[in-house]
């Protein structure tokens, strides 16, 4: 088992600094930054601390040493999912997020081959969008992380079918994240209860609406992962089996099996579970799971290694989650998984 190939394809990254607005004035829900203790910094949206991070957001020389105490050798780095912002004005957000696409540019450069990058779009204007993707690809980044939906648009909405088209000619990976997640008024708890039971299920739903519009079947060239697991899909998929033998509309509209379906897509391995990480490697396949960590905020997975083993997979299988599947995922290696 070759455990110092292995790739992390879930972890986020904060730029040290923000720059001001070009338009001038202050733009509501745009971020900034303030000094916290010791090497933390708070971002800072609408007067309001979001969150307080540590400078492995941002040190490239903490963060590879970081991604090697975990076992790992390489790591992909895609903003902090509520950077994607999605709710700002198209052309608001298309300037904040080529400043941060730029930031990552700079930090894989500066990692010796150690860190890729998956940038960010401003996917509430597809022209924007494709043309920021354009310049991604064109600055050698794998892909692109996209928000579980935009502004409550599933991303199986027909509506980004075009990005999804660019996606597929520029051969980029497309990586899912839940975000500002749906059915927030029925949690009871502290706010980091979102991204505990939140999260999964807007990933899950985001999932369901790319099957139940035949994304990968009408594109099938297209790279897709999701983050913690596929959320809820694992759970959803035998139901939604089920109607297509019992709802005609549903069969009409979902021409292949959701399964078949599910299972051209991948999944990192983010779940903190031994048998829950046995049952997506049964369902989905282990050439579809990928490593996931969450690195380096608090609620990640900082054994993922040992996580593998701990599940009982077979060496070959270790070695396809580990750095194989990753490498076809991200367009490293050519041909088709086995």
Same mark, same amino acid.
């Given at each position: 088992?070759? $455990? ?37 910094? +708070? ?25 090697? $105490? ?7 780095? +895609? ?32 990692? +010796? ?55 597929? #000619? ?35 739903? $985001?999932? $369901? ?33 089920? #109607?297509?033998?019992?709802?005609? #509309? ?64 077979? #060496? ?23």
């Amino acid at each position: 088992m070759e $455990a110092a190939r292995g790739i992390d394809v879930h972890s986020h990254v904060v730029p040290e600094n923000f720059p001001a607005f070009l338009g001038g004035g202050v733009l509501p829900q745009w971020p900034s930054m303030a000094p916290a203790q010791a090497c933390h910094r +708070s971002v800072m949206i609408d007067g309001k601390n979001y969150r307080t991070v540590s400078d492995l957001c941002w040190n490239v020389d903490k963060r590879v040493a970081g991604v090697a $105490a975990m076992g790992l050798a390489r790591q992909v780095i +895609s903003p902090m999912p509520e950077l994607l912002s999605y709710w700002l004005a198209p052309g608001a957000a298309a300037q904040l997020l080529r400043y941060i696409n730029d930031q990552i540019a700079e930090m894989v450069a500066a990692s +010796s081959g150690r860190l890729l990058g998956l940038g960010a779009v401003p996917l509430q204007d597809i022209a924007l969008s494709i043309r920021e993707l354009e310049y991604l690809m064109g600055l050698g980044f794998a892909g692109v992380e996209l928000g579980s939906n935009v502004n409550g648009a599933p991303l199986g909405d027909p509506r980004f079918d075009p990005f999804f088209e660019a996606c597929e #000619a520029l051969d980029a990976a497309v990586f899912v994240h839940a975000l500002r997640p749906a059915g927030m008024e029925r949690l009871v708890g502290p706010p980091a209860l979102q991204q505990v039971l939140a999260y999964p299920t807007d990933v899950g739903l $985001a999932a $369901a609406s790319m099957l139940t519009t035949n994304l990968i079947e009408r594109r099938p060239r297209l790279r897709i992962a999701f983050s913690h697991g596929g959320g809820t899909l694992a759970m959803l998929l035998p139901r939604l089996e089920q #109607a297509r033998h019992v709802f005609p #509309a549903l069969r009409d509209a979902v021409t292949t099996s959701p399964t078949l379906q599910a299972r051209k897509f991948y999944y990192d391995d983010l779940v903190f579970d031994a048998s829950t990480l046995r049952h997506l490697a049964a369902l989905f396949g282990t050439s579809r799971l990928l490593i996931g960590t969450d690195y380096p905020f608090n609620f990640h997975d900082q054994t993922p290694v040992a996580g593998l083993v701990d599940a009982g997979l077979e #060496a070959a299988e270790i070695e396809q989650i580990l750095h194989s599947n990753a490498e076809h995922f991200l367009g490293l290696a050519q041909g088709p998984l086995p």
